[in-house]
């Protein structure tokens, strides 16, 4: 049963004390649950993506050698807020020249279209607002709202920049659809389902469980998915409709106050969205190694509870390292040309992850799942995994032992200062 | 399962309430002061030369046509391939496979064909090569 | 004669490609491994103002060219200084006593218009006027960039004969605009314990091999 109706059950019996099942006002308390999960999904949006914001901005000062915001509250940790209410006390400018109803509607077709993509997000074990059983093309459908929200917005404005910005998000965001749509294919083809919770069951609590450590492809389409999925919420390297260098602000430059903090809103909620549709898909989801869904579905009471929170936990943690690893990317990599965008779309992504359909598809039919050949692949695929983590983190450590040497020669001081230790 | 639909239609319009919520109540908190040169185009500090509404790059409308092709053929792959699993158990592999293999065969003939025509190439000399006269 | 030009060498397309992904795979490696490290080092950048070694006005030169401040017991109302600024930033009135003595009635300056040219403190011939190390000079109304010297009523022209010695520069504004350009300093803190110690080099990387195997 949907945890909506299970709550509205919960509620008619304990408060109204009749029986849900005949009641005549049932649906209108399923209503007003669903509304009131609604809201706590928005203020989770508002929660994750203010904080996402300021840490963001401190990473990218560690990273440039310098401090970040750390004036607002305690190290800067309320700056997200203060940036909100400024946002929020700005007036709200509509050009003369703009198309008036495309450019005040454009905002909320942007937040809708993220927002309807927490519905299907499985934050734990029984925790999803609507298990749709056609999950992944209900999210690719839904995300691709934000595209023509972009495009009202671009070509609303009446503004050059913003059409350039508006027009080119279009083409960005259409062109990954294919790649993250057939990454994503491999995924259903593991599961057998399109169901988001049903793909999160297929996988287990152990890395060797997670589709990402099945085989090869599924490593492979890991990576082409989550490239695309950065294209696909207009990060860089990728951020092209926004480039400030080449068109200012793209197609949010026309929008002041309010509006304009929406669209930045639903942009930091989208890193967050496909950090969370890569931890299902790919890394196993909320799955809590060692314990079977049905044996958390089995338990009652405080205990239960107890297992979900932990489901929540180990998903968010999941994503939330992912959404450090976007953040990390865009103050890697410099910002692509359009030609190598659509090129790196095309003639790589897409053959790319075709092959990996084919690929998943021919090991299905040909490995027979738990046999030998199975484990072998699954272990040595984890082993991979390991190596990467290891060779990353030598690598790390081997970049900055050596620029210690050098800093001590020069400043005689050392070099080290963990991120913790904040300036 | 029309329960979880009513879910999501619900979830939308909430979004869009919250959105219009915020947006109205900041009407009480922002000033507004309209003038002539706020509501003008913003082009950098210069006077706008002209509409925006002019007819720009064609190459964006040809991804958008090849997008289209991709998408729906994707769409109707995902259907098969969450039997794939099923039909293998039951035995029937080679049909699930040969149908997969289909649906990418048409598309890879069909990423061929745009690819060895150089419509993925983004700077192109549209007018193709200069003849001497 | 043009030379001949080699033909260019057309790499193989399909080894192009495949070594198009492979650079790009391990140039991205390489890159956020080297932004992670960065994550663990000192930043450069020093918090301004108040964790720098000395307050900032303290490592200016003698001769910058900040605020502008004048002396009143020394200014002879000459107004060679209003006179010679091209952008009229400073007004002087003074009105005169029956007995002769002549008193200020305004000697403000205006910051905003200011651009710290100096020609006005170099036209003052009894070192009234003069240039401080003051900069930090944001206030929170345009109204507040126009500095009134004249604090009180009765703040007599100075006699050229018998000037009193300049008070210390900066020591005026300071008096003038309470808390001005002194914020507030916090103690740097503490140094974090070193790192820790470099463990046994482990695969291909180590200190003796600084520039390294790629
Ligand atoms: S520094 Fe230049 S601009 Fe400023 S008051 Fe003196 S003469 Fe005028
Ligand atoms: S500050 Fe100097 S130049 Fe200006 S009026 Fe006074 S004495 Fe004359």
Redesign the pocket.
Known sequence: MNIIQHVANLLIRSVFHADPASWPWTWLVQAVVIGIAAFLAFAFVAIFAGPVSWIERRIAGRIQSRIGPNRVGPQGVLQWLADGVKCWLKEDLVPAAADRPLFLAAPYLVFTGMFGAFVVLPFGAQVVAADLNVGILYLLAITSLVVVGLLMAGWGSNSKWALFGGVRSAAQLVSYEVPSAFSLLCVVLLAGTLSTQGIVAAQGGWPWDWFIFRNPFMFAAFFLYFTAAIAEGNRTPFDLPEAESEIVAGYNIEYSGMRFLFFLFAEWANIWIMAAISAFAFLGGWQIPGIAPEQIAATKGWEFVGWQALSWTIFLVKATFLVFVVIQIRWTLPRLRVDQLMITCWKYLVPLSMLMVLGVLVLLALVPEGGGADTILRGAMVGLGLAVVLVSALRVRRTFRVDREHYREMEGRDLWYPPYRLP | MGFEFVVVLLFLTTSAVIVGIALWLGRFLRPRLPSAEKASTYECGERPIGSAWFNFNPRFYLFALVFIVFDAEIALTYPAAAVARRWIAEGRAWLVVAEIVLFLAILVAALAYVWGKGELDWNRDLAGPEEMP | MVPAVPPPVRPNPVRAYFGNIRRAVSSTFEGMTVTMSWLFRRPSTIQYPDRTEKPVREMLPETYRGLLE?DLS?????????KTCPLGC?S?ETCKHPDGAREFQTFDIDNGLCMFCGL?AE????D??AHTREFEASVSSAEQLTVRFVDRPGRLVAKAKDLPPRRPRGSILAALIPGFGRRRRRAAPPEPPASPAPAPAAGAEGPENPEGTA
């Open positions: 004048v020394r200014c002879t109302a000459c107004l060679l200084c209003a400073i002087i006005c036209a003052c011939n009894f009234a006027l």
